[in-house]
């Protein structure tokens, strides 16, 4: 029998048609899926949410779901209680997958929405592992694809910042499909096959349902990739069955893509400054490329860091150089560049012009105003998994350089070392906060009536296109939620002596009955957006806007009147959910036929994620992994090891301490100023450390001012509703609160000196703005009262 051994080849290097099929167990495959198990450790064994605002909202959005889902509603494209319980059409906009499995697993398992949060978490980290190992494997080995893998698993991104501080569900899926994208369409590519035309348009579907934002962008990327190997591959391909799948995956998500961009003139989106920023954006390379600090322990809300991680960008360098290098070995082989196999160079400008785009600084300024904006967190992950995939070129190239396998594992072992010793700082994951349990709507009130947040958006909220203020909140609506009928009814729009009987109400419809004296309009506290539909009498009636509010208003008759409200699909939803129906059929069809036809003659390619390993090979393997793993686990276990711990009531060593305490129980610790000598024009970052002396604080707000030295005159200043993106009343008293602030100067700020400061002012508003006309609390030392304001003891020097 042929031994690859004999002719110094690995079952990797030899063509698809020529492996054995495959037999066992996958042990490349169970390391990969180890390092996930150690990545999603925390989430899998603690109790509650990560401490980030995201993940808190996002609970609430499958809580939602999983309610619509309970009361018969195939796929809800609305939330019925954001807002007061005046609804929203937030499912018709955002990208729905991650929100809708997560309601459905709470719906099915009747698991609480923080668990289906956590196991959808979980789902992305195990999707992005396998699937970027899939991707570099069946193009680079079993090798690389370990060392790739572990890269993008054990960098900064993945191993704590997109979980464990970010905690953004949309984000973390559309990362996680892009490598499965990228992986099908190889298989695509490479064989042809009906299977794989079906595993490309599921996975390509399933990135554009998982963000509303970076989704089309990878989705972009995806096709730039498949285009360039079309164009830059020597190699014969089935770049015919590869586009099809890639359309058809477009086509399968024009359900919810097609109304999200069509219909997206019947919404406006208010943005507002509620609270300050949760990250600053990098604006220099060094924040991106520098090593990772340790995190604090006493932190409370770790600001997010943007950090590539040092094994992860220099490997990545390195890979960078070894395929230039092949680019060149190549034009000097073969005059023409068309037919150069080097298809990872597409990375390569992929990496820079992400790079680019993550230190333009104007960029994320314009894009901080828009409906659920890019953020620059958006495109750190997808720069994490390019330089992963660059990095593993490194074994590329260790492997092609060495041949003894000894050296070539040893090589990997290195390689991995070298990774989990940059990455220990990110082995932490910050403290989880408890949750409430069973959730209920009401949780949802409470956040929403202290100001914290707004159909579950923090920096902004969605009303109808015709509405210009958000109306104020319903008592009597808020009250219903707690009795046997939700009330929709606004019974004041009604005549006096009208008899209201509430017939039935469900998350997408109302039914009730109202008995007038005289023909009038009746005002529904539900939002009129395109979808709703009603009858009145068993006859099909226009809806209408109420003036100002945007509610729904019927027209009534004199007599008895029974009405039914229901939302539903448009022409246009209709139309694509069509569509994606036709798409589903189409490629069922595709599928069966091309698996048919594939000619006798041609190989039986086999392109399985099993592939046979010898006793040597899995000897080797162990010895490579298993270092990394048991530090990993270690590591995890013992996070003093990796982390600072100050004192709670102390701020970071990097501050200036200043000791103050707000009336009211909140203290401040000491601050941060990015410069002391900024220009006009410039934007101020201000990092303040506070501390709550007592627990379920009253809502605060923040003003941040300048102020000249000599005069106090106050130069510019801007309002926050709550001081750092954790509201007061959630701060524990076991560690510090940081916040960070960022203040515009004005272009025309003239010379001179200058000072900093905080104002906290008691706000017990509704909505996300902050309360005009506040008044301010009170601040003390040791000493006894020094005025209503924080003075930064810093000056700041304004220099031309």
């Known amino acids: 029998m042929f031994d690859p051994a004999d002719y110094d080849l690995t079952l990797d290097e030899l063509p698809a048609w020529m492996r054995p099929r495959p037999r066992g167990v996958d042990w490349p495959l169970l390391a990969v899926l180890v390092f996930c198990l150690i990545v999603a450790g925390p989430l899998m064994v603690r109790e ?62 009747q698991a609480q929405p923080d668990t289906s949060f956590k196991i959808l978490f979980i789902f992305s980290i195990f999707t992005g592992g396998v699937g970027l190992f899939s991707f570099i494997r069946q193009r680079w080995g079993a090798i690389a694809g370990i060392v790739g893998a572990a890269i993008f698993l054990f960098s900064p991104y993945t191993l704590q910042t997109e979980p464990y501080l970010h905690s953004d569900l949309g984000t973390a899926w559309a990362v996680a ?101 949760d990250y600053v954006a990098p604006s220099h ?120 396998p000894i050296i070539r594992y040893s090589g990997a072992g290195i390689l991995l070392l070298v990774l989990v010793t940059s990455a220990m700082p ?21 956040l929403e009536l202290r100001g914290h947040a707004l159909g579950t958006f923090r920096h902004g909220y969605m009303l109808p296109s015709n509405v210009t203020a958000l109306p104020e909140p319903s008592t009597a609506l808020l009250n219903s939620y707690n009795k046997e009928r939700i009330f929709k009814v606004q019974s004041e729009s009604l005549p006096s002596y009208s008899l209201i009987s509430i017939n039935a109400h469900d998350p997408t419809s109302d039914d009730f009955g109202i008995e007038t004296r005289q023909a ?51 022409t246009l939803r209709q139309w694509a959910v069509m569509l994606s129906a036709f798409s589903l059929i189409l490629i069922g069809g595709l599928t069966y036929w091309l698996d048919r036809r594939r000619p006798p003659q041609e190989p039986d390619y086999t392109a399985s994620w099993l592939w046979g390993f010898g006793g040597e090979q899995k000897w080797m393997l162990a010895i490579v992994t298993l270092p990394l793993i048991l530090i990993s686990i270690y590591l995890r276990a013992n996070p003093s090891l990796t982390t600072d711990t100050s004192p709670s009531s102390s701020p970071p060593d990097t501050a200036t301490p200043l000791r103050l305490i707000v009336d009211g129980g909140i203290g401040f610790l000491g601050y941060e100023l990015d410069t002391t000598n900024p220009k006009p024009g410039d934007t101020l970052t201000l990092y303040a450390y506070w501390r709550a002396n007592r627990p379920n604080l009253p809502n605060y707000q923040i003003a941040i001012q300048l102020l000249e030295s000599r005069t106090d005159r106050l130069v510019t200043e801007i309002h926050f509703r709550h001081p750092a993106n954790l509201p007061t009343n959630l701060w524990p008293t076991d560690g510090y609160i940081t916040s960070i602030y960022q203040l515009k100067l004005p272009n025309d700020l003239p010379t001179g000196n200058y000072e900093i400061a905080l104002q906290v002012e008691s706000c017990d508003r509704f909505d996300l703005q902050p309360c005009e006309n506040a008044v301010a609390r009170n601040i003390f030392n040791l000493r006894g009262a020094v005025g209503s304001k924080i003075i930064l003891s810093t000056p700041i020097t304004i220099q031309n």
């Open 285 to 404: 390379v060094s924040d991106l490329l520098l090593p990772l600090p340790p995190l604090d322990e006493s932190a409370i809300n770790t600001p997010i860091r943007f950090n590539l991680g040092l094994a992860t960008w220099t490997l990545a360098a390195l890979g960078s150089v070894w395929v230039i290098i092949g680019f060149v070995r190549r034009l000097r082989q073969r005059p023409t560049f068309l037919k150069t196999p080097e298809a990872v160079s597409f990375f390569i400008p992929t990496a820079i012009i992400l790079f680019r785009l993550l230190l333009d600084n104007s960029l994320w300024r314009h894009a901080q105003s828009g409906f659920d904006a890019l953020q620059p967190m958006d495109l750190l992950g997808a720069l994490t998994l390019v330089c992963a995939i660059l990095a593993a070129q490194v074994m590329v190239m260790i492997e092609q350089l060495l041949h003894r």
């Open 48 to 109: 509650g949410l990560p401490n980030s605002p995201e993940a808190t909202l996002q609970m609430h959005r499958i809580y939602s779901m999983a309610q619509s889902i309970q009361s018969g509603d195939f796929y809800p494209r609305w939330a019925p209680d954001f807002i007061y319980g005046y609804g929203s059409p937030i499912f018709n906009y955002l990208a729905p997958l991650p929100y809708y499995l997560g309601g459905l697993h709470a719906t099915i398992a």
């Open 520 to 570: 009038s309009d009746v005002i529904v506290l539900t939002f009129n957006y395109p979808g709703w539909h009603a009858e009145r009498n068993d006859r099909k009636i226009a809806v209408e806007s109420a003036p100002l509010t945007g509610f729904i208003r019927i027209p009534l008759e004199a007599g008895s009147n029974d009405v039914v409200l229901r939302f539903g699909n448009t």
């Open 177 to 277: 499909w892009l490598p499965m994208v990228l992986w099908a369409m190889d298989r695509a590519l490479q064989f042809g096959r009906g299977r794989d035309l079906l595993l490309l348009s599921l996975t390509g579907a399933a990135l554009l349902l998982s963000d509303r934002v970076l989704s089309p962008i990878l989705f972009v990327l995806a096709g730039g990739w498949l285009l360039w190997i079309m164009l830059f591959s020597a190699k014969p391909l089935h770049w015919r069955v590869s586009l099809v799948g890639f359309l058809l995956a477009a086509s399968l998500a024009a359900f919810y893509v097609a109304p999200a961009f069509l219909e997206r003139d019947a919404i406006r989106w208010q943005s507002v400054a509620a609270y300050p920023v």
């Open 426 to 446: 990110a082995f932490y994951a910050p403290q989880f906060h408890a949750t409430d349990s069973p959730f209920t709507v009401n949780d949802l009130f409470e």
